[in-house]
């Protein structure tokens, strides 16, 4: 089992940048591949960002490419997404998830992909 609290949120500017964590229990949690995904006001949730186990491969979303990073500290558990340049359209609850099948060469983009979840932080970008 993995839990997975994700904090970090808030309102900003736009402009403005924010930094998004999730604190992960579990002692596999080093070995798992994880991403981000949010959710805006009335759309479905989307892919933000994914890393694999050792933190040496990511992917984004192009809508995010060159102003969101993702990384990972493995020995505090806990995963982050380093959010610049923030545009209105960024708003919306943003969530983290693990894929928990030990060191995978995939960290996918496809949301059926995770097993586990985050309760998700609230992003608000103002104009």
């Known amino acids: 089992q993995v839990q997975l609290v994700e904090s970090g949120g808030g309102l900003v500017q736009a402009g403005g940048s924010l930094r998004l964590s999730c604190a992960a229990s579990?002692?596999?949690?080093?070995?798992?591949?994880m991403g981000w995904f949010r959710r805006a006001p009335g759309k479905e949730r989307e892919f933000v960002a994914a890393?694999?186990?050792?933190?040496?491969?990511?992917s984004y979303a192009d809508s995010v490419k060159g102003r969101f990073t993702i990384s990972r500290d493995s020995a505090k558990n806990t995963a982050y997404l380093q959010m610049n340049t923030l545009k209105p359209e960024d708003t919306g609850v943003y969530y983290c998830?693990?894929?928990?099948?030990?060191?995978?060469?995939?960290?996918?983009?496809?949301?059926?992909?995770?097993?586990?979840w985050g309760q998700g932080t609230q992003v608000t970008v103002s104009s």
């Open positions: 998830a693990v894929k928990s099948r030990a060191y995978s060469s995939s960290f996918p983009a496809e949301e059926r992909r995770y097993d586990y």
């Open positions: 579990g002692r596999s949690f080093s070995t798992y591949s």
């Open positions: 890393l694999n186990w050792s933190g040496g491969s990511t």
